[in-house]
């Protein structure tokens, strides 16, 4: 039973705290929209798409304004677009996106995720079709986010795949120069990709999933943070404890706005994700958090020990709240949407290899970061292929979303705006790993992958 305390601490957390509904996602898909005449399958994606979402964004604003919490952003995430374009009988993939871009402008969402391909284990016409035409479509679009797994703990690590996705990043940064390569903000490689995930930019609608669906995506970086000044010089088994009270009462919100958004808009409820998402803003990032238990700069020995504690204890109090947390759930680490982590990064102390190892145990990966816009391709192929190995040996989802921005150096700041921010652009190692990339195959699934 909720008290007057509580209500009153909750008022507190959205109004000076930055708590938030960071997304309430609707997953649709697109499966019966295949057709042998590219232009049908076109037209019936929009109508579809148009069709579920029509309601989406004044749902989401109806329920902000009758509940008093802030929902941040409306999205769309649609099957992977590789296996609805394959019926087509066409080489050119970008109508696909121009459709998805179209018809996520008439429903007024903030972003639709899904074009996207899974190609762990090899790839099909379709899914080489579609990721050759990533940088096209990224450039001639304006809200499409897309997606590539790459690796899994079943399959192994997809090299030939990686190596294309090295030079399909190089060509959206070239095709986008003028935004800063800000195409690349909406290009993610993962390992281990979830089907229910409701953030950007590599949200897709699983094909394990149903006709449509609603994931909310719940965030409070400002939260833990404040949460965590009460029991300064407190040992770690209580940081743990008032992180999963914290995680559990935020994701108790998220769950409430998930279930009255599904009834209103007749789709099923899919999942809650706590995810701390950081935002540029001052007193909602994740860097903060991490030096509130005790480091004088996110980066320096320890931060890898501290995200650990971070996440786990996110994940305890969210699945005490609920039994449908789902998606990714746990701190997210993007740097050019993290005060703190920008802070680090611009002193010097959070590099390229820390944040590596900080990745093998927080929620995804290498995360907006920019580097020089004359890194080669294989040394950004390289950087997905270590990203998917902690992925694929760890059974985790991880991903990597680089910015290499044109024209610029080592010191300089790339901006993007918005949620997304700005970066400073960090260096990465000189020497190549060319000859390395140009094996191709497959790297074979750990051992611990055979479980059957």
């Known amino acids: 039973m909720l008290n007057q305390k509580d209500i009153l601490s909750t008022i507190e957390m959205i109004d000076q705290q930055h708590l938030d509904i960071r997304t309430i996602t609707m997953g649709i898909s697109l499966l019966s929209c295949a057709d042998p005449d590219p232009k049908a399958a076109c037209d019936k994606i929009y109508d579809k798409i148009t069709k579920y979402a029509e309601k989406l964004v004044k749902t989401g604003e109806d329920i902000e304004r009758e509940f008093g919490i802030p929902i941040v952003n409306k999205r769309i995430s649609v099957t992977p677009m590789a296996m609805v374009a394959a019926a087509s009988e066409t080489e050119d993939y970008v109508p696909f996106a121009l459709a998805m871009d179209r018809a996520a402008k008439t429903c007024g969402v903030d972003f639709i995720g899904g074009y996207s391909a899974l190609v762990q284990k090899g790839m099909t016409a379709a899914d080489r079709r579609l990721i050759q035409s990533i940088p096209q479509a990224l450039a ?94 407190q040992p770690f088994d209580v940081v743990a404890e008032t992180i ?14 998930a279930q009255e958004a599904s009834r209103r808009l007749d789709a099923p ?41 971070l996440n ?21 680490i993007p740097v050019s949407e993290d005060e703190g982590m920008i802070a680090a990064a611009r002193s010097g102390t959070l590099h390229l290899d820390k944040l590596e190892a900080m990745t093998c145990v927080c929620s995804v990966g290498l995360d907006m970061i920019a580097v ?80 059957n």
Do not use: Y
Request: with cysteine.
């Open 269 to 309: 409820f899919g999942i809650v994700d706590l995810s701390l998402a950081p935002t540029p803003a001052v007193g909602d990032s994740v860097a903060r958090i991490l030096e509130e238990m005790g480091l004088e700069v996110c980066g320096t020995h320890g931060t890898t020990a501290a995200l650990a504690l």
């Open 140 to 233: 001639s679009t304006e809200l499409v986010c897309s997606s590539i797994n790459v690796a899994s703990t079943r399959a192994g690590i997809n090299m030939d795949a990686v190596a294309l996705m090295g030079r399909i990043v190089k060509q959206t940064a070239e095709l986008t120069r003028d935004q800063g390569g800000l195409g690349c903000a909406k290009l993610v490689v993962f390992a281990n990709a979830v089907e229910d995930n409701p953030f950007m930019a590599g949200a897709f609608h699983g094909a394990g999933e149903g006709e449509k669906v609603i994931n909310v995506g719940v965030s409070g970086p400002g939260v833990v943070c404040h949460a965590l000044q009460a029991v300064r010089g």
């Open 312 to 332: 786990d204890a996110v994940k305890k109090g969210g699945v005490m709240a609920s039994s449908s947390v789902g998606g990714l759930s746990g701190a997210f």
């Open 372 to 451: 020089p816009g004359d890194t080669p391709a294989e040394t950004i192929s390289a950087i997905i292929a270590d990203e998917a190995a902690i992925g694929m040996v760890n059974n985790k989802t991880t991903a990597v979303r680089l910015i290499p921005a044109p024209g610029k150096q080592v010191g300089d700041t790339v901006e993007m705006g918005g949620l997304l921010g700005f970066a400073p652009v960090m260096p990465v190692h000189p020497e190549s790993s060319a000859d390395f990339i140009a094996r191709g195959g497959r790297i074979p699934a750990p051992l611990h992958s055979l479980k």
């Open 244 to 257: 999963k009270k914290t995680a559990f009462r935020v994701t108790r919100m998220g769950q409430l706005v």
